[in-house]
């Protein structure tokens, strides 16, 4: 009896599981870049306030989309590139100096293919993930911080991009 009790119970609990298939997002449309994240944040602005999202804290024009299509080609016709200068000033270890240039000279754009499995998008040989509607794409180490006077790369901080998808 104890036998019939536990096959009864494991083939319930089979037949009781869902399908998470159902719960992937498709990411077949259009993105938004949302967000430039990066930890602990940074008062680029100085208002007195550190954000960790930078796209906050500057004024550049930021009019960046990716286009997925059903046929696994993904592109972009305007992509967000302003330059970020960051310095820790000497003697410090949280207090920064900030150069930032808008990219207004022209349009940064690709075509390339991509393939989704379950949340998992990967183009330009680099993974993203879907959570909710937000696709999710971190560039190892692109922040980089230089000493006071731009010489050297004293650290650097691994920088989030984040699609809201439209």
Request: glycine share 4%.
């Amino acid at each position: 009896m104890n036998k019939f009790l536990f096959v009864l119970c494991f083939a319930l609990s089979l037949v009781s599981c869902s399908d998470d298939d159902n719960d992937v997002v498709s990411v077949v449309g259009t993105w938004k870049l949302t967000a430039w994240e990066v930890a602990d944040g940074l008062d680029i602005n100085d208002d007195g306030t550190a954000s960790s999202n930078i796209l906050d804290e500057i004024t550049c024009p930021n009019n960046e989309t990716l286009i997925f299509e059903a046929n696994g080609v993904v592109t972009s016709n305007k992509t967000f590139n302003p330059d970020l200068d960051i310095a820790l000033k000497q003697g410090t270890s949280d207090e920064y100096t900030f150069n930032v240039t808008c990219d207004n000279q022209g349009v940064i754009g690709f075509a390339t293919t991509y393939s989704q499995n379950m949340d998992a998008v990967i183009f330009n040989d680099n993974e993203s993930i879907i959570i909710d509607n937000q696709l999710l794409r971190v560039v190892k180490e692109s922040i980089k911080i230089y000493n006071e006077d731009f010489t050297e790369v004293i650290t650097t901080k691994d920088l989030t991009l984040v699609y809201t998808k439209q």
